[in-house]
């Protein structure tokens, strides 16, 4: 886990920032807040943070058909600061902070280039924990979303490829642990479902990461994806 993470916030509602502000934990430093489009592009461009927290929905600009202002956000910040770092690639992470639980809405700042998406009724600790998760490389979503980005990004019908060989290389715990951590659960979280220690849990992904020659989280939940594991 990274030890330290600044944020920025993207949120039209100034007592929805102050208050989540404040239940984010000691770890995270807020270095910008934002209120439409335009004002997000301008802070997250100057601050450059390791994760922007971010509505799907923010006034401002006109935006694509079928996109929306977060979308928008994403996008536009993620050129500003490609150009302000001579067309390095930013380091900044995108995270989508929402009440809204539509596919349409999942699927478009994902294609846009966030690593995850959370709901507003996540508590601070959740989010904290998103935070940190993605600031580390990791893609996170809360568990009743992620089967919109599997039916999105998946192989099409028909073309999916046969894992049983794959599988059988992992125990049964081992694969249960996969198929929580590819949903996007937290370790604690598995922990908490499977009844098993947290370190027990980081010892069966490291297990799981291995034996199946990946290095992230990301590219687990892109493998399980692809077989229609989830």
């Given at each position: 886990m990274v030890e330290h993470v600044r944020v920025v916030i993207v949120d039209d509602h100034s007592i929805f920032r102050s208050g989540l502000k404040a239940d984010l934990d000691e770890t995270i430093e807020v270095v910008g807040e934002a209120h439409d489009v335009e004002s997000a592009v301008a802070v997250v461009t100057d601050a450059a943070p390791d994760v922007v927290?971010?509505?799907?929905?923010?006034?401002?600009?006109?935006?694509?058909a079928g996109t929306s202002g977060g979308a928008e956000v994403i996008r536009?910040?993620?050129?500003?600061?490609?150009?302000?770092?001579?067309?390095a690639e930013p380091s900044t992470r995108f995270?989508?902070?929402?009440?809204?639980?539509?596919?349409?809405?999942?699927?478009?700042?994902?294609?846009?280039?966030a690593r995850g998406y959370i709901t507003k009724g996540s508590s601070g600790a959740d989010v904290s924990r998103a935070v940190h998760a993605v600031a580390g490389g990791d893609a996170v979503f809360s568990p009743k979303l992620a089967g919109f980005v599997l039916d999105a990004f998946g192989a099409p019908v028909g073309e999916t490829a046969s894992a049983s060989d794959e599988l059988d290389r992992l125990s049964a715990r081992e694969q249960e642990v996969m198929r929580l951590i590819a949903r996007g659960y937290a370790y604690k979280e598995v922990a908490a479902e499977l009844f098993i220690s947290t370190k027990t849990v980081e010892t069966h992904v490291s297990a799981v990461l291995r034996k199946?020659?990946?290095?992230?989280?990301?590219?687990?939940t892109a493998w399980a994806n692809a077989r229609r594991l989830l």
């Open positions: 927290l971010l509505d799907v929905h923010l006034p401002g600009v006109a935006v694509p536009r910040a993620a050129a500003s600061l490609r150009q302000a770092q001579d067309g995270l989508a902070l929402s009440v809204s639980d539509k596919a349409e809405d999942v699927v478009g700042v994902i294609r846009a280039g199946l020659q990946l290095s992230s989280r990301h590219e687990l």
